[in-house]
């Protein structure tokens, strides 16, 4: 969310979808169902917590032993965003993995997610995962968890790598792997620093919806015209009390996530380079690579490494069919993953450049 040096943050996109063709997009395009899992951990008033997930559900087991199950791809969005910003990303993975399924959840604070607590530090990020991916088994009355493939796109990268590190999966070898997208400690401690700046510089709130949608396409916040009617509606809330003029203001107050910034991402290359599973990392471009990883792509410890030189601030929505053929390919190299790690012999790392060298900068 905070633009380049000499970026124009508001100069229109080319091909802006005009202002009529920018209603939104029900959820119910992409994902099956909504489900809404109350903790049963909660154990006063002041930590209750009920989570709000979009789930397409994996084809059920097959009857030959011989057969792989079907993956779950858990998608943890970033900060001040929704589960919806993965929409078009899980469409594409459906299309080229038609048995996979798909779970997106909304991070407490954010989406529908209804929270008393407003505590966004790592751990308990990190325990809200958990807890979403064990309730959503035990509502959907599955056996067993599926193969699990965590993706996490900024703040959501530090909290799939956090569980990845941990020992709290109830079966970690279900874990084929978990993806990164478009964050890394050294450019996102760099980023922490002009963010209030970039906040400053949004809008508080919209006259409609449709405002709302068409200053994220306008201003390059998001430049797939599609993705912001699907995913901006999840980020706005209708609060007339604040303004009757721009009613529509933002659902998460992300200045106030400011004491949790810098303990989302301390650490975060080192814990990404030991955690169990396949390692794939989706950047803009190999400079925002720091010494950590640099060191552990020459290492081979990184498994897959993409590099994409035309990123935005919503890297999920903006390559959707980039990133879709991305972790299929995760998908479909599920045997050299799990033979590389019983071996301890790491597949080398991968490049795919685009040929747009128009980046943005980081995201929260």
């Not at 508001?10 to 109350?38: H, K």
């Not at 390919?329 to 060298?357: C, E, I, M, V, Y």
Request: with cysteine; glycine share 8%; proline share 7%.
């Amino acid at each position: 969310m905070i633009p380049s040096p000499g970026r124009a943050l508001f100069a229109r996109p080319q091909g802006v979808a005009s202002r009529s063709s920018l209603d939104p997009i029900p959820w119910t395009t992409y994902f099956e169902r909504e489900l809404f899992l109350p903790s049963p951990d909660s154990s006063s008033s002041s930590s209750a917590i009920t989570h709000h997930v979009y789930l397409t559900s994996p084809a059920p087991p097959s009857a030959s032993a011989s057969s792989p199950r079907s993956p779950l791809f858990v998608l943890h969005h970033g900060a001040g965003s929704s589960g919806l910003s993965f929409c078009l990303l899980a469409q594409e993975i459906r299309k080229r993995l038609p048995g996979a399924g798909v779970l997106a959840l909304d991070a407490r604070g954010h989406g529908s997610t209804a929270s008393a607590s407003q505590d966004l530090s790592l751990p308990t990020l990190t325990s809200d995962l958990l807890s979403v991916i064990l309730l959503t088994q035990q509502q959907m009355s599955w056996p067993e968890l599926p193969p699990l493939i965590l993706v996490g796109h900024s703040l959501g990268g530090a909290v799939v790598t956090e569980l990845a590190c941990s020992n709290l999966l109830p079966q970690p070898s279900n874990l084929l792997g978990y993806a990164v997208l478009d964050v890394v400690e050294g450019s996102a401690m760099d980023a922490l620093k002009s963010m209030q700046t970039y906040l400053a510089t949004r809008p508080t709130g919209f006259v409609s919806l449709k405002d709302g949608i068409e200053w994220h396409v306008r201003s390059r916040t998001l430049r797939n015209s599609v993705s912001a009617r699907a995913s901006v509606p999840a980020l706005l809330v209708d609060d007339k009390t604040a303004d009757s003029r721009k009613p529509w203001r933002w659902r998460t107050d992300l200045g106030a996530t400011q004491p949790f910034w810098e303990g989302w991402f301390v650490g975060l290359s080192k814990k990404f380079l030991r955690g169990r599973g396949g390692k794939l990392l989706l950047l803009a471009g190999t400079d925002r690579l720091d010494t950590e990883l640099t060191i552990g792509q020459m290492q081979g410890k990184v498994f897959f490494f993409f590099f994409f030189n035309h990123s935005t601030f919503y890297f999920p929505n903006y390559l959707p069919r980039k990133n879709k053929r991305t972790h299929a390919r995760t998908r479909h190299n599920r045997q050299k993953f799990t033979s590389s790690l019983s071996r301890s012999r790491p597949l080398r790392s991968r490049g795919s450049a685009g040929k747009d060298s128009h980046r943005a900068g980081g995201f929260l």
